[in-house]
């Protein structure tokens, strides 16, 4: 579960705070730097240049551990950051409960949930309202109760109405993670996709019903688009959506991506493709729109391909690949590894494979830690 996006965002501001003096670090912030730009390889390389040119002993180990976070070495993650709370100056700032957070993350995609939930409840010992916090705890339970029922038998689990001692602690800390942020719908809809993905999908659909009808009154179009969305009531969430699309400010992209979510969902994608073009015709610098507009040109040629049309399928693959190639010359760093990998799976569409195989192999140069491109790659090259 890519729970990472919020802890991402608070952990991002302040990166560079904290420790020792801020003279005499190049090597750091070149680091860092790369770690904004997706390019880990050459953070560690920085970082390693930094730790021979005797800088910040616990920024250097901070900036490794975030790097191997990022491309998978867990267990590296954990140790790198560990190293950089225990050559911390002693004073607990915010980059301490930061480096926690990353420290947790660690344990969660090692397995090792008692680890991850040592580390959030000891940010909320000190840090008792940090919703933050709470609803990280949440996840780790849910991904913990998950993994306590893969050797269960029929019995073990109960009922399924029945609720495990770790899905009833999770519920408590989503609760009270939104009691004391309840405007912040973003963490909102994302306790609602955990509890989907651990198929608790009731509990979900009633904390977003809750949350609606608490907070309606003060949510502005886009967010009541979303809530309606989420709750797949597409009439209603349309007509917020579209009421957003027209607004200048910055939901208007995120609404545009919904309206066009919601005509894929009714298996319109002529429609939705009418939603996506002339957004980025607009927005030519949208890498995030140019990925949902090629995804549906591959929806549209497997649904071509589907009514037996060949050659129909074939252009809405090529027309993919097309705008995946514009969306990587953007350059968004945030967007630019979904992006190769959507390209390759156009290629795939297309029976490519020769091109699918050239393009991963760049793509593994890049993202070496990447298991489910690793396993992709290995159909592919028996093609």
Do not use: W
């Amino acid at each position: 579960m890519k729970y990472r996006a919020l802890a991402g965002m608070i952990c991002i501001s302040i990166m560079l705070s904290g420790c020792g003096s801020i003279s005499g670090r190049h090597g750091i912030d070149s680091g860092f730097a790369y770690i904004e730009k997706h390019e880990y390889s050459k953070a560690l390389e920085s970082f390693g240049e930094a730790e021979a040119n005797g800088e910040d002993a616990c920024l250097v180990h901070r900036g490794k551990g975030i790097a191997y976070l990022y491309t998978g070495d867990y267990a590296q993650a954990v140790s790198e950051l560990q190293m950089s709370l225990d050559t911390d100056n002693g004073v607990v700032d915010d980059m301490d409960f930061d480096t926690n957070y990353y420290i947790a993350e660690a344990y969660m995609k090692l397995g090792e949930y008692d680890n991850a939930l040592e580390r959030y409840n000891a940010i909320l010992d000190l840090r008792d309202r940090d919703s933050n916090a709470y609803y990280l705890r949440g996840v780790c339970e849910l991904a913990q109760d998950a993994e306590s029922k893969k050797n269960m038998t029929a019995l073990e689990k109960g009922s399924d109405d029945e609720k495990s001692e770790l899905a009833n602690s999770a519920l408590s800390d989503f609760t009270t993670a939104i009691r004391y942020n309840p405007k912040d719908y973003s963490m909102v809809i994302m306790i609602y996709k955990a509890l989907s993905e651990y198929h608790y999908d009731d509990d979900g659909v009633a904390i977003l019903q809750n949350t609606l009808n608490s907070g309606k009154a003060s949510m502005n179009n886009y967010e009541k688009g979303q809530m309606y969305f989420y709750l797949g009531d597409n009439a209603e969430a349309q007509k917020f959506l579209e009421k957003a699309r027209n607004e200048r400010n910055q939901d208007r992209e995120n609404a545009v991506i919904l309206l066009g979510m919601i005509e894929e969902r009714r298996e319109d994608y002529d429609a939705a493709l009418r939603i996506y073009k002339p957004y980025v015709s607009n927005n030519p610098k949208s890498a995030r729109v140019r990925n949902k507009l090629g995804m549906c040109q591959i929806r549209q040629g497997d649904f071509s391909l589907a009514q037996g049309n060949y050659d129909g399928a074939m252009q809405c693959y090529e027309e993919a690949v097309a705008t995946f190639a514009e969306a990587l010359d953007i350059n968004d760093s945030s967007m630019n590894q979904p992006l190769m990998l959507n390209r390759i799976t156009a290629y795939e569409h297309m029976g490519k494979f020769n091109l699918a195989k050239e393009e991963m192999a760049k793509y593994l140069e890049l993202y070496p830690s990447d298991e489910e491109a690793i396993r992709e790659n290995v159909f592919i090259s028996t093609r």
